[in-house]
């Protein structure tokens, strides 16, 4: 069985580690979302499939009442949404985001094209 580690940067949480980690959804949509959630846009282009079967986010990102305890295992309900992620953590992909917004000088774009 592969290894997985918790695809929220900065959360270290792997399979093996004593918390549960959770596929992907299946279809794109929720996956999209999941993504969006966890900061991860630069996996946006990878399909929900790809996703689902390499990707895993860890139980810490999701409340109590989005999954059910099982006798063995933690099973995610249908169409729970990751939400606890830690602002601290999460800084990183606020100031990307900050950076590709304000187009402030024309010469960057100039060399782009
Ligand atoms: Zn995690």
């Not at 929220?8 to 999941?34: I, N, V, Y």
């Not at 606020?94 to 000088?105: F, G, M, R, S, T």
């Amino acid at each position: 069985m592969p290894g997985y580690t918790c695809a929220f940067r900065g959360c270290h949480s792997k399979t093996g580690g004593g918390l549960a980690l959770f596929a992907f959804p299946k279809d794109q949509t929720g996956a999209k979302l999941w993504l969006q959630a966890c900061c991860r846009t630069d996996l946006m282009s990878k399909t929900a499939e790809q996703l689902y079967s390499n990707y895993k986010l860890c139980e810490l990102h999701f409340e109590d009442k989005c999954y059910s305890v099982g006798a063995s295992r933690k099973c995610l309900l249908p169409n729970a949404h990751p939400t606890l992620f830690p602002s601290a953590i999460k800084r990183p992909c606020v100031e990307q985001d900050l950076e590709e917004a304000p187009p402030k000088k024309t010469l960057n774009r100039i060399t782009i094209f």
